[in-house]
């Protein structure tokens, strides 16, 4: 099955490949999360990624390829998991020490931010979007609407006098 000339890319390979293998990466990754599903999703996943490098992996190679893809969706998955627990449990933190009135004035603060965001010009909006949530430079966003700097610097700052009349700060 190592000849050169077979390919992962050819149908009949890559299915033999999938009768042989399919079941053996599901237990092992099984094994591992401990879900079915999850492991079905994950060798499904491992699959994809051998059909879209068929190029690139030998026949002989193809066993190895998908247990070590298996593994770092496994791993992937498992990191993801932990940064968004760890997210909950900041966020938690984080709340549970404020006052009610102060999480509905943020609350409220917040509503009249996106409000005032939305009421702003279509090229207003886009440049203070670009600026404050993408964090890009005014270069990068003069080059990036092919427009000159001293227009972005003219529509950011029209924005903010907008949201600062619309929001009206409080010092």
Same mark, same amino acid.
């Given at each position: 099955m190592a000849n050169k000339k077979n390919s992962i890319c050819e149908q009949k390979i890559f299915e033999k490949i999938y009768d042989d293998h399919a079941e053996t990466v599901r237990n092992f990754i099984f094994y591992k999360c401990g879900n079915i599903d999850q492991a079905e999703d994950l060798t499904q996943e491992a699959f994809i990624k051998l059909w879209k490098n068929c190029s690139k992996v030998l026949v002989g190679k193809a066993k190895s390829f998908l247990f070590t893809v298996v593994k770092n969706l496994f791993f992937n998955e498992v990191a993801h998991n932990k940064v968004v627990l760890k997210y909950q449990q900041n966020y938690a933190v984080k709340h549970e020490n404020q006052s009610p009135d102060f999480l509905m004035e943020e609350e409220e603060f917040m509503q009249k931010l996106q409000k005032?965001? *939305? /009421? @702003?010009?279509?090229?207003?909006? #886009?440049?203070? =979007? @670009? /600026?404050?949530? &993408?964090?890009?430079?005014?270069? #990068?966003?003069? &080059? @990036? =609407? #092919?427009? *000159?700097?001293?227009?972005?610097?003219?529509?950011?700052? /029209?924005? !903010? =006098? *907008? !949201?600062?009349? #619309?929001?009206?700060?409080?010092l």
């Open positions: 005032a965001i *939305s /009421n @702003l010009t279509v090229a207003q909006r #886009e440049v203070f =979007l @670009l /600026n404050r949530i &993408d964090k890009k430079k005014y270069r #990068e966003i003069a &080059d @990036l =609407l #092919e427009i *000159s700097v001293k227009t972005v610097e003219y529509r950011m700052h /029209n924005a !903010l =006098l *907008s !949201l600062r009349k #619309e929001i009206k700060f409080k």
